[in-house]
T-cell receptor, first 114, second 113 residues
Framework: KAGVTQTPRYLIKTRGQQVTLSCSPI?????VSWYQQTPGQGLQFLFE???????NKGNFPGRFSGRQFSNSRSEMNVSTLELGDSALYLC?????????????FGPGTRLLVL | AQSVTQPDIHITVSEGASLELRCNYS??????LFWYVQSPGQGLQLLLK??????LVQGIKGFEAEFKRSQSSFNLRKPSVHWSDAAEYFC???????????FGGGTRLMVKP
């Protein structure tokens, strides 16, 4: 069974640009959550999607947005990139979106903003 | 608001020695508690989780954790550490509704031969 796939794995952008990251969950999973990981702030929750609906949102500015498609694949978009957006972006997938079920994390997309 | 504290940023143990990683949480209700491990260049892997019931939880790779409500702690233990256990360990707390985890700052474990 294939794991969670995130593309691209590495990305370099410049300030002011926008970026789109993709996450393909494990087959059959309907929940996708996104996290940002930085050395200074650690792991922080961005948002969660379940059956194409955003169910929870973390404390991030509106430049961070996401969506989920009918096949459960999810994308997150960051507009007007800032240096502080450099981070490892992780997504996690689960069946029904309950914490009693195991969430499986992908390897992450490492974004560097210059 | 919920929060998680991992007091030890770095820990070094000798191979074969026992290990305990500390985790303290702050949460208004009965928490859902987790330990994850992250190896370099990889995502997070779930080691174990606690929702209710027996306060001693067994996980993968020989890890266990004990929930102590009176101390608001969920410490991770392993009786004998292997070199392959060198990684970063994260404690996390979640709430019943939704799928959002709040993570601690992590503890980086180094294993001496």
């Amino acid at each position: 069974k294939a794991g969670v796939t995130q593309t691209p794995r590495y990305l370099i952008k410049t300030r002011g640009q926008q970026v789109t990251l993709s996450c393909s969950p494990i087959s059959g999973h309907r929940s996708v959550s996104w996290y940002q990981q930085t050395p200074g702030q650690g792991l922080q929750f961005l948002f969660e999607y379940f059956s194409e609906t955003q169910r929870n949102k973390g404390n991030f500015p509106g430049r961070f947005s996401g969506r989920q498609f009918s096949n459960s694949r999810s994308e997150m978009n960051v507009s007007t990139l800032e240096l502080g957006d450099s981070a490892l972006y992780l997504c996690a997938s689960g069946f029904g979106g309950s914490l009693q079920e195991t969430q499986y994390f992908g390897p992450g997309t490492r974004l560097l903003v210059l | 608001a919920q929060s998680v504290t991992q007091p030890d940023i770095h820990i070094t143990v000798s191979e074969g020695a026992s290990l305990e990683l500390r985790c303290n949480y702050s949460y208004g209700a009965t928490p859902y508690l987790f330990w994850y491990v992250q190896s370099p260049g990889q995502g997070l892997q779930l080691l174990l989780k606690y929702f209710s019931g027996d306060t001693l939880v067994q996980g993968i790779k020989g890890f266990e954790a004990e929930f102590k409500r009176s101390q608001s702690s969920f410490n991770l233990r392993k009786p004998s550490v292997h070199w392959s256990d060198a990684a970063e360990y994260f404690c996390a707390v979640g709430r019943y509704a939704g799928n959002m985890l709040t993570f601690g700052g992590g503890t980086r474990l180094m294993v001496k031969p």
